[in-house]
C-alpha cells in the first residue's frame, strides 16, 4: 500500500526553527512537494524538490527561510523552516508524484504548524 506519512509539526516562537518530514513507501518517485493551507485561506505550494536531481524550487513567501531535501535511501523529504513567522501557521501536507503518474497522486494526512508572536 502506498503511503506518505509526514512528522514534525507543532507550536513554535516566531524566529524558531521546525523540521517536518514526509515518508514515501511503495512506489518510485519522481518530485515531491509541500503545500499549507492557513484558516480561512486556499492551499499554497510551498517547496518542491526532484527525486533524481534534487532541483528544488520554492514559494516567494518562504524563499531564504525554507530548505526543501530529500533523501533517497530513506525515500524521504524534508522541509526545513527557520525565521518563523506567525503568517506561517497553517497545516503542511506533503504531496508526490510517483513514477507512473503525470501530477501529484500521492497525499499526506497534515500536519499543524503554529508559530505564536
Known amino acids: 500500500q502506498v503511503r506518505l506519512v509526514e512528522s514534525g509539526g507543532g507550536l513554535v516562537q516566531a524566529g524558531g526553527s521546525l523540521r517536518l518530514s514526509c515518508a514515501a513507501s511503495?512506489?518510485?518517485?519522481?518530485?515531491m512537494a509541500w503545500f499549507r493551507q492557513a484558516p480561512g485561506k486556499e492551499r499554497e505550494f510551498v517547496a518542491y524538490i526532484t527525486w533524481s536531481t534534487s532541483f528544488a524550487y520554492y514559494a516567494d513567501s518562504v524563499k531564504g527561510r525554507f530548505t526543501i531535501s530529500r533523501d533517497n535511501t530513506k525515500n524521504t523529504a524534508y522541509l526545513q523552516m527557520d525565521s518563523l513567522r506567525p503568517e506561517d501557521t497553517a497545516i503542511y501536507s506533503c504531496a508526490a508524484r510517483s513514477i507512473t503518474a503525470t501530477t501529484y497522486d500521492l497525499w499526506g494526512q497534515g500536519t499543524q504548524v503554529t508559530v505564536s508572536s
Open positions: 511503495g512506489r518510485t518517485l519522481v518530485s
